[in-house]
């Protein structure tokens, strides 16, 4: 805890300084194989990770959630999310969670990970808040090369057709705004793992540019800065902000420049440029499982696809269509859904399992994993469904816990994670408290 | 009169507002328009809910005795009664032990309450008038692009900036990320090299596909390998001592199923035209590879320019109609584009040639094919099937080609004055002797002066940019590359990105006469303004009345106010709902991608008409004319249409067509691609058409249980709408609306009876059907009755005023960027009035607008 403390007060003071002047990283500080950092490695638990998997549209909501009768250890995991049975002693379904604020029933994702009120600014018709993965990532991507990885299929029908609404990924920054995604695996690859040939002086050189050219937009932001009224002047701060952004990263990189990026033990090849749907989604799992063998990044979000998924089942209608399920083909569809994202969470947290830290603990013992979405089927905004799994936020997992209260804060659960996972956060969105069920039995 | 009912009964808004009043300087309280719950509900709370919410019990923290009747008084108060709107429409509250709501209380109050939600929520986020500078939304930025250097960028990587709400004008919803101005970056860069760097596309060629030397030899084989593998299961099945590997066969049941090898018949109807030895049939084949496809050369990344694509062709008269057009796309699978299609109609012995024009552009690599039409899912395959079961051959063929050829590229000369002005400085020969930084120096502020529509650059901006040119120029570049770093810079510096209106110190100044040129070349043009425009702002003209107007008409006139169209009547209808759902190929046999897509033209082009002709708004309740080309034509069964332009056609008295309610484009995005939806319907009229929005359908409300697994019409529905006060309060003003649109299936085909299709299907085809008589009449909210569709459409055509004022609302949030605001009554108000004068021809709405102080004002 301590240390977490320490390290957000460290970031946040470096944030403030805004200058290019930096405290030397740890760079291998916690890599095997380091012998500077051999010390620390042995006094150092292996890193805590988040991972959140967003669904879009809603489940198939009648045959999705456990029997609510049966909680606690008692439970039958769902027909149709059977191939979890392997795994049900590392799960725990949580229902009567919700976002007190959500009414838009065909935006699954945007105020998923927020629990924000669009309305909640006088004089504005949008407006959110960060998200938990970004709030994370503060902490947890302090000492990765990439502070957080945000995922988001690109579909022809785009984030809205998929049901996951406004928002480029389901993270939002500190300001609200949209944080973009790596939108394929073979770009999702590239980032990670994509060594550049060029001489590191080179490099260096790039680097340096990128500065100068931010340097001279911001000249011109300048002039127009002091022209606009105050309204236009905020609007502008985007502008400034995202010119920041783009230097805290450089920054980033260039303490990380002199150090090859790490591929797995176990190589995983580049993705194909057509990746689509089903294959995709199981590509992603596999570079992200890549990605914390080499702790390349400690902070995921996946914005899933739905449109390319369902085609990729055989289905020939759109995800919309799907999701205004009533007997028949589109519960068929809507089902066979639910199931293949079972399957390949369930190979996930396989290999997750599979896959050993230095202390012998394993990936999903030190990471944890959400999935679900802010629309429970149809346009319906309550109980949203609601999967956790992995280690690393200390839950008591092998349950079905039910909240009492039906409409219990969405955001207790993101408190709980965060705190979980070592974060000292006091609250979170609208929380009101820990889910206490989560961490005794 | 329907006009503007929800301030008329529930909102306190006193009209006093003038100009000053209406930018929020200095308004009273008494001048704002509030958001109420009327005191008699408050009978409701004393009769249900005290007992356990009252200031002294507070159960769940909740005090309904000293709740504030105003809901828009602040957030939090909104956000109180939004709770109370939700606990009771998802059935919470009161509980279960309590005594239930009567329906006539509940009706009354969840109708009153979900009607002042809407009207609180819009005070809360008014922007009190403020127009929040706009960044280039991507259909802008890409116009920008364009009409600087002269190609189309790929923005397919910017976010589309339709996703917040409302319009992708609205300032304040434009948000920017750093990724995004690394994307800047990058596209600027791309664009650049392309405008400036020297290419040379391939010499123009024509190459001619004959596709029989692919289908004819490609058939015989299917053939000759059904034939062979049939004989071997017959063979099998008439004896018993060799097992079914000596046949060539996996087992007996692979050998009962191929012994009668039952797309043979296809093959063999197509080799036996004598017309396959020096052409090819168009057919749908299962597993032949789908169509016929004719295959054009691939089109690499080199080669942009336009193509002529030329097509000899013959049609068979037995088709059925849509068969009779060619398909152009390019891609595959879900990234195939449809480009369009071309009617062929000459006989077999006297083909004829039809033509197809396609620009590619620079940086793509694809390949053109040429098929029949063709529908969004297995349609076409599960048609083919159920008429091979029918005819024992497959789906009768509409078209033979002869022969396709493809000629280009021809180079595309945009006039793009940047690029003409950089190539040409470039090319200067006495370049040596200039001092480098110098020109670099004034090459640049040329073109940021252009990038920027007509504002010099901050010269702290240029010294930098000619830093970036020098350090480039170090490095050996030449003077050319050195400058597309720089260049690239100013395509991604907020002075290009943001609509910049300059304020100083006053609160609400007069846009300058170049702002202006700004404001109303984006609002009808979505691109920058052009030269003439920008001069007539240079000599400060623009700003006279007058001349306002004549540029007003000229910018309408001129081919690029398409984008206006599209871009708003895209959105002000929400047409994004055509491409939700996908339409069954076997259900909806004729509604195919083609229909569909021209159904979403049919709305544009008729728009445009009304522009061009000068006609009023009112034409697109009720006309007596629509606007199609052939292919649509053929949808409607209008007879007399040829050609694939969309032109005027008039129907006669009594025709189903005429107006957006029987186009099929509206009828079609009043269903789920399955049924047709009196409430989609219903809501859609109420929204655009009469300006009566409902409230937005609530979320989380139960589904009536009674009803699970009932098959039931649209009548019987509207009328377990009635059953629930919580469906009841809003849908007893939708449903019946909806009813008079029934006798229009989901593709907007007229009907007698609605057929419901239930349980599973085979090759599409429900294995179950109910159908029920259709009643369509109904009424609006007003209490106007109809018996029919007719009657409706009447009806609803009587309401000029209040679609026009819709209308007007909408323009005024997408012409000046932001949510159409309590403090734009009076605008709206002006804006109909002057509209008035000339009948509510389309375009005076337009120049009442850009006329206005508003749209000239900060």
């Not at chain 1, 029997?67 to 979890?84: A, F, M, R, S």
């Not at chain 1, 569809?333 to 969470?345: E, I, M, N």
């Not at chain 2, 400085?425 to 040596?432: K, S």
Request: with cysteine; glycine share 8%.
């Amino acid at each position: 805890m301590n240390h977490s403390m320490n390290s957000a007060v460290a970031r946040r003071a470096f944030l403030a300084s805004s200058s290019a002047l930096i405290t030397l990283p740890f760079l291998e500080s916690l890599r095997p194989g380091s012998t500077a950092s051999a010390a620390i490695k042995t006094a150092t638990a292996a890193p805590k990770r988040m991972v959140f998997l967003g669904m879009g549209f809603g489940v198939t909501a009648d045959r999705w959630y456990p029997d609510v009768n049966t909680v606690g250890e008692d439970y039958q995991i769902p027909d149709i999310l059977k191939p979890l049975n392997r795994h049900k002693k590392d799960l725990t379904f949580i229902q009567n969670l919700m976002h007190q604020y959500s009414a838009d029933g065909h935006s699954g994702s945007t105020f998923w990970l927020t629990g924000a009120n669009r309305y909640g600014v006088p004089g504005q018709s949008f407006h959110n808040t960060v998200s938990v993965d970004q709030v994370a990532a503060e902490v947890l991507g302090e000492q990765t090369r990439f502070t957080s990885i945000q995922l988001a299929a690109s579909g022809e029908a785009g984030a809205s057709g998929d049901g996951h609404g406004p928002g480029l990924s389901l993270a939002w920054n500190r300001s609200g705004k949209p944080v973009a995604a790596l939108n394929t695996p073979v770009a999702a690859f590239h980032r990670l793992f994509s060594n550049d040939k060029t001489p590191l002086a080179e490099r260096q050189a790039r680097l340096q540019e990128q500065r100068s050219v931010l340097d001279t937009v911001l000249a011109d932001a300048k002039s127009v800065n002091r022209k606009l009224n105050k309204t236009d002047n905020q609007k502008l701060d985007e502008y400034f902000e995202s010119v920041r952004e783009i230097e805290v990263r450089l920054a980033k990189e260039e303490k990380w420049l002199s150090v090859e990026k790490k591929l797995p033990a176990d190589p995983v090849n580049e993705p194909g440029e057509s990746l689509e749907g089903y294959e995709e989604i199981r590509v992603m799992y596999d570079l992200m499982v890549a990605a914390m063998q080499v702790d390349a990044t400690r902070v995921f979000t996946y914005r899933m696809p739905v449109n390319s998924l369902i085609a990729s089942l055989g289905a020939t209608m759109t995800a919309h269509s799907m999701s205004h399920y009533s007997e028949g083909e589109r519960r068929d569809v809507s089902q066979s859904r639910d199931t293949a994202h079972a399957k390949l969470l369930a190979e996930f947290i396989d290999k997750l399992k599979a896959s050993k830290e230095p202390d012998g603990s394993s990936l999903f013992d030190n990471c944890s994993i959400t999935l679900g979405t802010n629309l429970s089927s149809v346009h319906s905004l309550t109980n949203c469904p609601t999967l956790v799994t992995g280690g690393g936020a200390g839950i008591k997992h092998g349950r079905h816990l039910v909240m009492s209260d039906k409409k219990t804060p969405l955001c207790n659960l993101w408190l709980s994670l965060l705190q979980g996972s070592g974060i000292a956060a006091d609250s979170f969105g609208d929380s009101t408290e820990v889910i206490r069920e989560l961490f005794s039995v | 009169m329907v006009r503007c009912r929800i301030f008329q009964y529930v909102v306190v808004l006193v009209v006093t507002a003038s100009a000053s009043v209406a930018f929020g300087e200095s308004s009273s309280d008494g001048d704002k328009p509030r958001a109420v719950m009327p005191e008699k509900h408050g009978a409701v709370f004393r009769k249900y809910c005290l007992d356990c919410h009252d200031s002294e019990t507070q159960e769940g923290k909740v005090d309904l005795e000293t709740i504030s009747f105003e809901i828009g008084k602040d957030i939090p108060t909104a956000e109180r009664w939004a709770k109370i709107l939700n606990a009771i429409n998802s059935g919470e509250m009161p509980p279960k032990d309590a005594e239930p709501i009567s329906d006539v209380d509940k009706t009354g109050f969840l109708k009153d309450l979900s009607i002042q939600m809407v009207v609180a929520r819009k005070i809360l986020s008014d922007a009190g008038g403020v127009i929040t500078m706009r960044r280039l939304n991507r259909r802008e930025y890409a116009n920008t692009i364009e009409a600087l250097l002269g190609g189309i960028p790929d923005v397919s990587n910017l976010p589309d900036d339709q996703a917040t709400s409302g319009f992708d004008t609205t300032g304040a919803s434009l948000f920017f990320s750093s990724d995004q101005l690394e994307q800047y970056l990058a596209t600027a860069r791309a664009s650049l090299e392309l405008a400036v760097l020297p290419r040379q596309p391939p010499a123009s060629r024509t190459v001619r596909i004959e596709p029989e030397d692919e289908y004819t030899p490609h058939y015989a084989k299917a053939a000759e390998a059904m034939r062979d593998t049939g004989k071997r299961a017959r063979a099998f099945l008439a004896q018993k001592e060799k097992p079914a590997a000596a046949f060539g066969l996996l087992d007996e049941y692979q050998a009962k199923k191929q012994q009668v090898q039952e797309w043979l018949p296809l093959m063999d109807d197509y080799l036996a035209r004598p017309e396959t030895k020096t052409g090819a049939t168009l057919i749908m084949t299962i597993k032949q590879g789908g169509y016929t496809r004719i295959k054009l050369p691939v089109l690499h990344e080199q080669a942009e320019g336009q193509y002529t694509i030329r097509v000899r062709a013959a049609a068979y008269p037995d088709a059925e109609e849509r068969l009779h057009y060619l398909e152009f796309t390019s891609g595959y699978g879900t990234g195939r584009e449809r480009l369009g299609w071309r009617k062929v109609s000459a006989p077999l012995n006297d083909p004829e040639i039809v033509e197809f024009k396609y620009e590619h552009r620079p940086g793509q690599k694809l390949q053109l094919m040429i098929h029949q039409r063709s529908h969004q899912d297995r349609g076409d395959k599960n048609l083919a099937t159920i008429d091979m079961k029918e005819n024992g051959i497959g789906t009768p063929p509409g078209i033979w080609v002869d022969w396709a050829e493809i000629t280009g590229p021809e180079p595309v000369n945009r006039h793009a004055p940047a690029v003409e002005e950089l190539r040409h400085v470039l090319a200067e020969n006495d370049l040596a002797s200039r001092d480098d930084n110098e020109f670099a120096r004034e090459v640049l502020q040329r073109f940021a002066t252009r990038a920027f529509r007509n504002e010099k650059p901050d010269s702290a901006f240029l010294d930098r940019l000619v830093l970036r040119y020098a350090a480039n120029r170090t490095k050996g570049q030449s003077r050319t590359e050195a400058l597309l770093g720089p260049l690239s810079i100013v395509l991604a510096s907020p002075s290009f990105l943001y609509m910049v209106e300059s304020t100083g110190n006053e609160s609400s100044p007069s846009l300058t006469d170049r702002e202006l040129a700004v404001r109303l070349s984006y609002f009808l043009w979505s691109a920058p303004p052009d030269e003439d425009l920008l001069s007539l702002a240079n000599s400060g003209k623009l700003s006279d009345p007058a001349v306002l107007k004549s540029q007003t008409s000229r910018l309408l006139g001129d081919q690029r106010v398409d984008r206006f169209v599209r871009g708003f009547v895209h959105q002000w209808l929400e047409m994004e709902r055509l491409g939700m759902f996908q339409f069954d190929g076997v259900q909806f046999r004729t509604f195919d991608n083609a229909a569909r897509e021209s159904a979403r033209e049919e709305v544009f082009e008729t728009v445009h008409t009304l522009l061009d002709e000068k006609l009023p708004l009112r034409s697109l309740l009720k006309a007596d004319f629509v606007v199609v080309n052939d292919l649509l034509a053929g949808y409607y069964g209008i007879p007399g249409v040829d050609g694939h332009e969309f032109r005027q056609v008039k129907v006669p008295d009594g025709s189903l067509r005429g107006g957006l309610l029987g186009s099929a484009a509206v009828l079609a995005m009043g269903s789920d691609g399955q049924r047709s939806s009196l409430v989609e319907r219903g809501a859609w009229v109420l929204r655009h058409l009469l300006n009566d929005p409902p409230p937005p359908a609530p979320p989380n409300v139960p589904m009536l249980s009674r009803l699970a697994g009932q098959v039931l019409s649209a009548r019987e529905l509207g009328k377990a709408h009635q059953e629930e006060p919580q469906c009841a309060q809003c849908h007893q003003k939708i449903d019946p609306i909806g009813f008079g649109l029934e006798n229009f299936d989901a593709s907007g085909q007229w009907r007698d009876l609605e057929l419901i299709g239930t349980g599973r299907r085979k090759f599409g085809v429900w294995q179950t059907t109910k159908t029920f008589e259709i009643d369509s009449s109904g009424q609006l909210p007003g209490g106007q009755k109809f018996k029919n569709y007719f009657e409706l459409r009447d009806a609803i055509s009587r309401h000029e005023d209040s679609f026009s004022r819709g209308f007007t609302e909408s323009l005024i949030a997408y012409g000046l960027g932001r949510p159409f605001g309590f403090t734009d009554q009076d605008l709206a108000d002006e804006i109909m009035r002057s509209a008035k004068q000339s009948d509510y021809e389309i375009s005076q709405f337009i120049h009442a607008l850009i006329q206005s102080k508003l749209f000239q004002t900060k």
